[in-house]
């Protein structure tokens, strides 16, 4: 069951569009909905010269400051009109390091797909990145041109790792509550696609109807595979599991994850 959503905001339009997929999400589940924005302290890219660094940096902070009060009023505008509990939280620090904090006692986390933490040259990892492989819980990374929250089809990404088997067992609320059916791509696996067999089972045993039959990438991107049949499968929701390598080799040597967050034409669910 999911009792507890967290939602990571911002004061852009993605963000306003964010708040409302998540409540929409929370209201399906009748769930508690918990706002949180970050503010973190101000980040000034080292490409400016240092006679303007403290110029640049009171700049940052004074933005940084109006993009909470436009979180928070959002937040509070929006949860008025909506029929589930509704908590608003705001701190100063890290971004992920305080997402995480407080994602200890989330069922989900929700983050939007393009946040960052600050300049690209000190954090080259997107925000769900980082939370993603740190907080323990499920993220589910939100495209920024995101509508209503519905999730009817859903596309498993399935490479027999224990990210994956995280991810599927983390997805099932979601789901069994939509009534979503299934496809799965094997990925990433040598296996035989009857090896897959058990998976089937265990997901008819909790009342999800698999779609078709089972697909086995083999050749070329991964990230690029999982994109391209998301689009054209028109999926809702992307179930997948993050970093079986770790983040800094993904980052380097280019990785199924980052692509896929960054590419993704729906929400992606993924689990460390």
Known sequence: MIEDILVHLDGTPAG??????AFD???????????????????????????????????????????ARTSEAVFKS????????ALWQAFDGGMSQQICRLARWSDLVVLGQYESEGSAERHPL????????DCGR????????????????????????????RAIHDALPLLREAKATVEIIMIDSNEPIDAVEPLLDHLRRHRIVV??????????????????????GHFDLLIMGAYGRPAWIEFLFGGTTPSALMNASAPVLISH
């Not at 924005?37 to 660094?53: E, F, L, N, Q």
């Not at 929006?78 to 509990?85: E, G, K, N, Q």
């Open 126 to 133: 997107l925000l769900a990145e980082g939370v993603a492989a």
């Open 211 to 232: 779609e078709g039959d089972v697909q086995q990438h083999t050749k070329g991107s991964t990230a690029h595979a999982l994109v391209e049949r998301l689009r054209q």
């Open 78 to 85: 929006v949860s008025s009109a909506r029929s589930v509990p």
């Open 16 to 21: 306003e569009r964010r708040i409302a997929y």
């Open 25 to 67: 999400l929370a209201e399906q589940h009748h769930a508690r909905l918990t706002g949180l924005h970050v503010t973190a302290a101000a980040d000034v890219p080292p490409y400016y010269k240092p006679s303007r660094i403290e110029q640049v940096a009171e700049a940052i902070e004074r933005q940084s400051a109006q993009d």
């Open 138 to 165: 499920p993220v589910l990374v939100v495209p920024e041109r995101i509508g209503r929250c519905q999730i009817r089809r859903a596309l498993i990404a399935w490479d027999g790792g224990r990210e994956a088997v």
